[in-house]
């Protein structure tokens, strides 16, 4: 149980957590460390120490046409690529500490679902087939689209690839773009029938449900939403002709088969793996929480919701949770540029974790996460925040208490002024887990503040005011809980301290905060960095 705001206690709640998948063209980079990645794993952390049953899943996204444009790009085949990626990129979540339940890649299993996710909306007659220009290779014989097909995108004038503005996170055709010239764009074009969900066919849907919502959309996401509403809605296809991906029959056995276009197959994704994790297919998660950059906007607003609440139209067993939440985050700037696996602009998480541990990345990440705004990684800058907000904190904890308070215990009620410290640091993370305010700076800025409190005062303790020396044990105890979903090895740490189970894969509850530990406190023994080469 959590607690509420008047005091009654808030029932256990099923939150299903997940993240947009990554492309497996390449290991993850900070930018999706900083962002969707890192945070959905605070969150399910956040959720389990508030006592909530909590499934955390996702995988790769294999069928994405940049695996092909990557593949070609580096000499190699595609299915090498994605198993290279899939290795690293495990071995990053790994070494960043995310705690997902399920990380996968797509197999028979999940391809039949999503082919038959898609198979029985097409007999309701859900898609439109329509006829839309794309690009035409005359000498492969291909068609060209998403990933393949490049330009300015005919809203902002960024450069943009086909499907979705990163820059104005808005909606484009491939025949759209404005062509650049060196780029498939500037094939000839050639018609071709395909299946679309025609968005201004649901219109009524779409708005009502954005009506009857009461979840807040982060202002970059609101303003893709009315932006979106304000004019027509497009229509977004659901096959292209190519044989990479998900391929259906839909027009019949004399027709070459078309695959499902990639973007949409990711919300039918999120649908499998997270029942995959639950092993349970029809009872409804009471929240769902979806954590993307804001390049992935438009689909989490439009495609993803449509795609639902069809599905619930026409009596298909995929229950819709009593509440979905989307955060966005911003883009997570390198010197300047976007982080981009296919531009080569990135520093790769692998790399930055090994150098400086999993607790300092996710701290210095989380307190500059681009949640609300475009935020700039600086590795110089990054090094003096974890030595002046972490590191240097901590050894005067440690060092202070460990010649002062060993061998003590929690003995007695904190002094009111511990009391009133702890009330309000613990005030301060509640805001930043509560669903409705996440926010995972403000829970990295709520470790600082703790531990910067907690420093400025180890000196002066009053070791012979048994009430003074149990508040400060205390208000170190509780920073086992508090903080394990920004930096999970302090909080097993501080359970060593004090001789207490480990909390590795373990949240410690809300529940049991003011529950004093049981054990003498034998001093904070904190790991250095590692060792930079």
Known sequence: MTGRADGAPSPRRRVNVTFSPPTPNGDLHLGHLAGPVLNSDVCARSQKILGHDVAFATSTDDNQTYVVTTAERLGTLPETLIQQALDSVTR?????????????????????????????????????????????????GEYKAEAFVTGRCPTCLAHARAGVCEACGLYNLPAALLPVGDTASALPGRTVSVWVLDLERYRSMITNWY??????????????????????????????????????????????????????????????????????????????VQFIGIDNGFYNAFVYVTLALLAARHGMSIPLPRTTRTITNQYYMLEGRKFSTSKGDVRWAKDYLETVGRDRARFVLGLTSPELQQAEFSEPIAAATIEARYDAPLRAISGALGKTLTGRSVSTAPSPWWHAAIKASRGRFEDAFRLETFSVRRAAEAVALHLEVLALRCDTIRTDDESDVSGALQFLWTLRTLGWPVTPDL???????????????????????????????????????????
């Not at 359970?495 to 529940?511: D, E, H, V």
Request: proline share 9%; aromatic share 10%.
């Open 92 to 140: 990053s979540l790994d070494l960043a500490g995310v705690d997902v339940d399920l990380f996968e890649r797509p197999d028979a299993d999940y391809t039949g679902f999503v082919r038959d996710f898609f198979t029985r909306l097409w007999e309701h007659g859900a898609f439109d087939l329509r006829e839309i220009e794309l690009p035409y290779d005359e000498t492969t």
């Open 211 to 288: 009506r009857t919502t009461d979840v807040q959309l982060r202002p970059d996401l609101a303003k893709v939403v009315s932006d979106t509403l304000a004019g027509r809605l497009p229509y977004i296809p659901l096959t292209y002709p190519s044989a990479w991906g998900i391929t259906v029959d839909w027009d019949g056995p004399d027709v070459q088969p078309q695959a499902i276009n990639a973007w949409p197959e990711i919300y039918v994704g999120h649908v499998y793996w997270l029942q995959q994790a639950r092993m349970d297919e029809l009872t409804p998660c009471d929240e769902l």
């Open 491 to 533: 909080s097993d740490h501080i359970a060593q301290a004090f001789s207490a189970g480990s909390t590795a894969g373990k949240a410690p509850l809300l529940a049991d905060l003011t529950t004093p530990p049981a054990g003498e406190f034998r001093g904070l023994t904190i790991p250095p960095a590692p060792a930079t080469h």
